[in-house]
């Protein structure tokens, strides 16, 4: 039944434990009553109630409970890892309420960890370009984004960054620009305490992490703006 997200089930983590241990369709079939009551419906209220708090945030972000959570099932044409069910479920929230928008909060609610994080992921190329001019040229405006970032705990993730800077950009000689400018995403992320995700305290949790975060996002949709 739809709602206010009231938390996952206590039986969330340890479903998902099953399921990986299990990895079939029959056993799936024959649990999914537990996955939708302790998981998959819960998360749907999450993701309601976040795009309501968003909204009166105004941080520009929403979702909806069919279009917003990636499935469980494992896409494995490509893959060596042939097991069709992913340890963790996770969710977008966007600007457009889809998972192709740029400018997004992220949730993931998996067995190894429980994390969130606001991101510019894998940008087109014009953005992404656009975005390494903007460090370059208005450098007192990324590094004001940096400042407040830090101000508010979080700073950006230098996971996937290039090894050499990419081209037209080998001549920076500030450190911090030459190394921002390496990146391919522009991320910042929250560890969630384990403890919580059975609490509708998550939801504040998450609030204020967005809330953190909003300089990144203002920084990537001023520079979006441009391109556009």
């Avoid at 400042?147 to 080998?170: H, I, M, N, V």
Wanted: charged share 30%; hydrophobic share 40%.
């Amino acid at each position: 039944m739809a709602g206010p997200f009231k938390g996952f089930g206590q039986k969330a983590i340890p479903f998902l434990k099953a399921l990986d241990f299990h990895q079939n369709r029959e056993w799936f079939q024959e649990n999914r009553d537990l996955y939708e009551s302790e998981l998959h419906e819960p998360f749907c209220d999450l993701v309601e109630t976040l795009t309501e708090r968003f909204a009166a945030a105004g941080l520009g972000l929403r979702g909806d409970r069919k279009k917003s959570l990636f499935r469980i099932n494992r896409d494995v044409r490509f893959s060596k890892d042939k097991r069709p069910y992913n340890r963790h479920l996770s969710a977008i929230l966007s600007p457009d309420g889809t998972k192709m928008e740029q400018g997004v909060f992220y949730v993931h609610i998996g067995l190894e960890r429980c994390f969130s994080g606001v991101a510019w992921w894998q940008p087109a190329p014009e953005l992404l370009q656009a975005m390494r001019r903007a460090i370059v040229t208005k450098p007192a405006a990324f590094r004001g984004m940096v400042t407040s970032l830090k101000k508010a705990g979080l700073e950006l993730d230098a996971e996937d960054r290039l090894k050499r800077a990419p081209r037209g950009f080998e001549d920076i000689a500030d450190d911090d620009l030459a190394q921002a400018v390496r990146n391919r995403h522009f991320v910042v992320r929250h560890d969630i305490d384990r403890a919580t995700i059975h609490s509708p305290k998550l939801v504040d949790d998450l609030v204020d992490f967005t809330l953190r975060a909003k300089p990144l996002l203002d920084w990537g949709r001023a520079i979006q703006g441009k391109t556009g």
